[in-house]
C-alpha cells in the first residue's frame, strides 16, 4: 500500500494462529505452494492460475480476479502475501511456521487497508479463522498419511 501524507502511521491489524500436528518443513512446503491456495483458503480463493511471463498469480475470488504475488524465505518458513485488489494499490499479509513441540504453528497477520470497512475486516478474519482450521485437518490427514 502506497504512503501518502495523510495516512496513518499504523492501521487496524488481525493476527491468528493455529497448531497443527505435522512438521513445520511440510506446513511451509503446503502452504508455500501457491497452488494450493484454494485447497485451504477457500473462502477467498475459487481458483489459481499463474500470471503468464512473471512471478504473479490471478487469484479468482468471490468478487473477481486479484493478482497476487509469494514472497517466501525458505530458512525462516515465512510466506508473504502481496496482493492487488486494484490498480497501484498492494496489500501484504504475512506469515510464518514455527515449530511447536513435534508440530507447527501457522501465524498470520493481515491488515485492514484503508478505505476497507470494519465490518468487510471483520468478515475477513472470521474467513480465516475457519481457513486456518481448513489447513489444520489437511495437515493432519496429511500426517497421519504418512505414517
Do not use: K
Amino acid at each position: 500500500m502506497p504512503i501518502t501524507e495523510n495516512a496513518p502511521l499504523v492501521v487496524r491489524s488481525d493476527t491468528r494462529a493455529v497448531s497443527i500436528e505435522a512438521r513445520p518443513e511440510d506446513v511451509y512446503a503446503f502452504v508455500a505452494d501457491p497452488e494450493n491456495l484454494p485447497t485451504w483458503a477457500v473462502g477467498f480463493c475459487r481458483a489459481i492460475r499463474r500470471e503468464a511471463g512473471t512471478d504473479r498469480w490471478i487469484v479468482t475470488t468471490a468478487h473477481g480476479e486479484m493478482p497476487i504475488r509469494y514472497m517466501t524465505h525458505e530458512a525462516a518458513h515465512a510466506i508473504d502475501f502481496h496482493f492487488t485488489p486494484t490498480p497501484g494499490v498492494e496489500v501484504a499479509a504475512f506469515s510464518r511456521v514455527v515449530p511447536n513441540g513435534h508440530g507447527s504453528e501457522y501465524i498470520f497477520t493481515q491488515f485492514q487497508p484503508i478505505g476497507m470497512s470494519d465490518d468487510v475486516f471483520s468478515t475477513q478474519t472470521r474467513a480465516l479463522v475457519e481457513e486456518l482450521q481448513v489447513l489444520r485437518a489437511l495437515m493432519h490427514a496429511r500426517a497421519a498419511c504418512r505414517t
